[in-house]
C-alpha cells in the first residue's frame, strides 16, 4: 500500500509559467512533509518542508501548501525556469520521524 | 559546514559476490544515518536507518545489510548478491528524527 502517492509521473511546464506538482497521502499520522529534487545520477537535494500546524510554506520561488482534510499537498514552483527540470519527491514523516515515506516522484520538464 | 560522502559511484558486480557500500558524514556528530534504494523508474525505498552507534534498524527484508562502526560511518553490505539488488543506492543524514534528510550522490548498483 503506497502512503505517499505522486498521481502524475511527469509534467510540462512553458519557462516562466507555474509548476505545480501534486502529492496525496494516506497516513494520518504523518505531520511532517518535505519535497525533494533529483537530477539524474544524484542524490535528492532537500527544497521545502512544511509541518502539520502550517498550510502554507514559502521559500524563494518555492511554496508548499498542505490540506490536512484532504491529505493533500502541492508545491508550486513560480517562475519555472529550464534549470528546475529534475524529479521531485514528496516525503512524509510522522512525529517520531521514523515512518519516512517517499513518493514515486514526478518528472518535471520546463520548456524553454 | 556538513557534508557526505559515498563510494563507489558506480559497481558492477556478478550475483552471488559480496557487497560493501561505504558512507561517511562529516561536520557533524551522533547523526541519523539512511540507506535507500531506488529501483528503476521508481521512488526511493527505505532500506536501514541508524540512530546511533551500532543501532540498525530494518525496514525490508532481504539479503542485505547495514552496520554503524563509528558514528560517522555506515555501511551496507551483502553476502550474497541477486539479480534484483540491482539499483541506485542512496546514504543520507540527518540531525534528527523529524528533520530534513541529505544525501549523498549515490551508487549505482549493476549486477550481471
Not at chain 2, 48 to 71: K, W
Request: proline letters at 6%; a neutral charge.
Amino acid at each position: 500500500d503506497q502512503q505517499v502517492k505522486q498521481n502524475s509521473p511527469s509534467l510540462s511546464v512553458q519557462e516562466g509559467r507555474i509548476s505545480i506538482l501534486n502529492c496525496d497521502y494516506t497516513n494520518s499520522m504523518f505531520d511532517y512533509f518535505l519535497w525533494y529534487k533529483k537530477y539524474p545520477a544524484e542524490g535528492p537535494t532537500f527544497l521545502i518542508s512544511i509541518s502539520s500546524i502550517k498550510d502554507k510554506n514559502e521559500d524563494g520561488r518555492f511554496t508548499v501548501f498542505l490540506n490536512k482534510s484532504a491529505k493533500h499537498l502541492s508545491l508550486h514552483i513560480v517562475p519555472s525556469q529550464p534549470g528546475d527540470s529534475a524529479v521531485y519527491f514528496c516525503a512524509a514523516s510522522d512525529q517520531y520521524g521514523q515512518n519516512f515515506v517517499f513518493g514515486p516522484g514526478t518528472r518535471l520538464s520546463v520548456l524553454p | 559546514s556538513q557534508t557526505i560522502h559515498q563510494w563507489p559511484a558506480t559497481l558492477v558486480q556478478p550475483v552471488g559476490s559480496p557487497l560493501s557500500l561505504e558512507c561517511t558524514v562529516e561536520g557533524t556528530s551522533n547523526p541519523n544515518l539512511y540507506w535507500y534504494r531506488q529501483a528503476a523508474g521508481r521512488g526511493l525505498q527505505l532500506l536501514f536507518y541508524s540512530v546511533g552507534i551500532g543501532q540498525i534498524s530494518s525496514e525490508v527484508p532481504q539479503n542485505l545489510s547495514a552496520s554503524r562502526p563509528q558514528d560517522r560511518q555506515f555501511i551496507l553490505s551483502s553476502k550474497k548478491l541477486l539479480l534484483s539488488d540491482s539499483g541506485f543506492y542512496l546514504c543520507a543524514w540527518a540531525m534528527s528524527s523529524n528533520q530534513p534528510q541529505h544525501f549523498g550522490d549515490g551508487t549505482r548498483l549493476s549486477i550481471l
